[in-house]
């Protein structure tokens, strides 16, 4: 009991700098995943190109091969979204071993605004996962990954939403699976820090106003489509909607050690 | 007068789905950078390390050179943040020709809600440049980034708080100038948009609640540090946090072709 499962620290993910703020427990990374609206997927095209790309994309924590595996244990991530046909190409071409990828997912929860711009700071959750992505070609897996991801969007979203999809549907939607290798997570929270110099100044702290600006991310009043007939807004999304947006304001004030208003 | 400067079309840059979603226009391209909380950049360790990199940062769009230049002619982005040891030395090592970056920047503004998940989308914008990063070491450069980032921070915030650097504070900051070769941007708005099939089916319309519940970045009441001695909130900070509540609330409810309520 009370076994701890963390990524193995490698070379691409051990965090040097601000090493309290960093964590590489399985649970807390894959929550940071899972929260985010959107995820930031890099890979590299290579060839003549020298840059790396980043695309946006929306994806999930889970494991098709062990579906009961909770949040703190070993998962995949599934993706999904624009995935372009570079991406594609690569990851097909890769094989079974997979196209390299990196997987980023950031909160920002404040503005921590010190006496002194060289300290201010953000409290913030962030997550960068290193891992191979693979097409995910069997048919039980691309369902069980599409419900995954869109349930990600709106929780009970696809039981509520037209499904089983089409053979169409099916066979335009492509999803990749990532086999994270390694992970990190660096959360930033508390109070302001400041330099001594700039705390014991009283001439600055009577100028500068010092604190915390709380960020998140709000989702408001759902507004139905023009073609929209059912008349209620249903009561799985109007809890959604609540639930998310009291969470994103609860981290806010919770890095600040305050209760939300 | 009524030139548009865009950005060129290459290899790393060019959309091919949904390309009517696409802009290249610099306008807006750095406007969705410059409204970014964060960014995210990524880099290539290259050597044994397969994997790109992602670091969120902060940064901003600007001009040393031409500092009067408008948000749609040619910016250099400067940004700032976490640079870890890797990035630095490889920039540091790239010399004049600077290391090859990618930074994005992404705003969800709704989750669109469609009668099946297959046509589930997101308004957003978003950007990609691509660029060659080098660490600014003229000291009126950096001063004027740093000051260009904190303002990014909040409007106004150099000029008030404890400025400028001490010695100490001026050499153990970093920022890098990424000169931009690459860019495109992304827009998705308006309507639900649903297949024929599910439009044409009562059964699946009086089912399924469509419509999008719109998403946007709250910035909260500012909660002053234990050490704060600055009775009231100053003018600037209340009207910056009011002002970017409502223009991102506005980006939300603009992509739904509604007013802001």
Redesign the interface.
């Known amino acids: 009991m009370g076994k701890t499962l963390v990524y193995p620290k490698g070379?691409?993910n051990t965090?040097?700098?601000?090493a309290k703020r960093v964590t590489y427990d399985l649970g807390p990374i894959h929550s940071i995943i899972n929260a985010a609206?959107?995820l930031?997927v890099?890979?590299?095209?290579g060839g003549?190109?020298?840059?790396?790309?980043?695309?946006?994309m929306?994806g999930q924590m889970g494991s098709y091969e062990f579906p009961s595996n909770g949040i703190d244990e070993p998962l995949d991530c599934y993706i999904h979204g624009?995935v372009?046909?570079r991406m594609m190409n690569m990851a097909r071409a890769a094989g079974d071993k997979g196209l390299?990828?990196?997987?980023?997912a950031?909160h920002?929860d404040g503005?921590v605004?010190?006496?002194?711009?060289?300290s201010?700071s953000?409290n913030?959750r962030?997550v960068?996962l290193?891992g191979y992505g693979v097409p995910v070609t069997d048919e039980d897996e691309k369902n069980y990954a599409?419900k995954l991801i869109?349930d990600g969007?709106?929780a009970k979203?696809?039981d509520?939403?037209?499904?089983p999809?089409?053979a169409g549907?099916f066979q335009?939607?492509t999803i990749l699976r990532v086999k994270i290798v390694?992970g990190s997570g660096?959360v930033r929270d508390g109070?302001?820090s400041?330099e001594k110099?700039?705390?014991d100044?009283?001439e600055?702290?009577?100028?500068?106003?010092?604190?915390?600006?709380?960020?998140?991310?709000?989702?408001?009043?759902?507004?139905?489509?023009?073609?929209?007939?059912?008349k209620e807004?249903?009561a799985y999304?109007k809890e959604y909607?609540s639930k998310v947006t009291e969470e994103n304001?609860k981290h806010?004030y919770a890095a600040?050690k305050?209760p939300a208003?």
Chains 1, 2 share one sequence.
């Not at 890099?42 to 095209?45: G, N």
């Not at 600055?204 to 059912?230: A, C, F, Y």
């Open positions: 070379i691409s965090a040097n700098r601000y609206t959107h930031d890099a890979f590299v095209p003549d190109d020298p840059f790396p790309t980043i695309i946006p929306i624009y372009s046909a390299p990828l990196c997987i980023s950031t920002v503005l605004l010190s006496l002194s711009p060289f201010h953000y913030y962030s960068v290193h599409m869109t969007v709106v979203r696809w509520n939403s037209r499904t999809p089409t549907e335009s939607t390694a660096k109070e302001v400041d110099q700039d705390i100044s009283m600055v702290r009577e100028k500068v106003w010092s604190g915390i600006v709380p960020v998140w991310q709000t989702l408001g009043e759902p507004v139905p489509s023009s073609t929209n007939m059912v807004v249903p999304l909607v304001k806010a600040m305050l208003p």
